[in-house]
């Protein structure tokens, strides 16, 4: 599938963004802080489970931006790159947690109730929701980022291999191991209610 005239556009300006950006222009980081705080955000949210983890990171991910700006290949895609930072802020993340567990995993999973669908049938819908998110929650976090960047910010497999490092091979195997063990989990969950 072709990207749509609005990504190509939105793709181009973001390019001459970071091109502005590695110059040294703090208007253009604030520019691509307005247009990416909220995928960024709502990507580290989904792989660490905690929605004021995920602020405090995303604004991490700005500041690694503008420090590593001049790291940045011209011509290559910004969104994965961007991505790529914050899916690292976010591993590292739960690295430190695993080293220094003093709370546990549910107290921090406070995911905002934005994600969570509520209307007709509301209390079902959120069961529902639920029941996926406590799943995606306990996928490896490889398998969460690449399902994640695929199935929210519905970018390609090269674009996901270039945002976690990895070969689009791998992405592949990964998001469709998550969708393997997705299954059997809603399925297992379904039969016990």
Same mark, same amino acid.
């Given at each position: 599938m072709a990207p749509s005239?609005?990504?190509?556009?939105? %793709? /181009? #300006?973001?390019?001459? *963004?970071?091109?502005?950006?590695?110059?040294?222009?703090e208007t253009a980081l604030a520019e691509l802080m307005q247009r990416w705080e909220l995928p960024v955000k709502s990507v580290i949210a989904r792989i660490v489970l905690n %929605? /004021? #983890?995920a602020e405090d *990171?995303?604004?991490?991910?700005?500041?690694?931006?503008?420090?590593?700006?001049d790291r940045y290949e011209e011509g290559r895609p910004v969104k994965p790159w961007i991505l790529g930072i914050a899916i690292n802020l976010a591993r590292n993340r739960l690295r430190w947690w695993k080293r220094r567990p003093t709370v546990a995993l549910e107290?921090?999973?406070?995911?905002?109730?934005?994600?969570?669908?509520?209307?007709?049938?509301?209390l079902e819908k959120t069961e529902r929701a639920q029941a996926v998110?406590?799943?995606?929650?306990?996928?490896?976090?490889?398998f969460r980022e690449a399902l994640v960047l695929f199935q929210y910010e519905h970018l390609s497999y090269a674009d996901i291999a270039l945002a976690?490092?990895?070969?689009?091979?791998?992405?592949?195997?990964?998001?469709?191991r998550a969708?393997?063990?997705?299954?059997?989990r809603l399925k297992d969950l379904a039969q016990s209610r």
């Open positions: 005239q609005d990504a190509l556009q939105t %793709a /181009s #300006e973001d390019s001459a *963004l970071m091109a502005l950006l590695k110059s040294g222009s %929605a /004021s #983890e *990171l995303a604004q991490e991910t700005f500041v690694r931006l503008w420090q590593h700006r107290e921090w999973t406070d995911l905002p109730e934005s994600d969570i669908a509520i209307g007709a049938g509301g998110r406590e799943a995606i929650a306990s996928l490896p976090v490889e976690v490092g990895t070969s689009e091979k791998a992405v592949e195997n990964r998001i469709v969708r393997e063990r997705l299954r059997a």
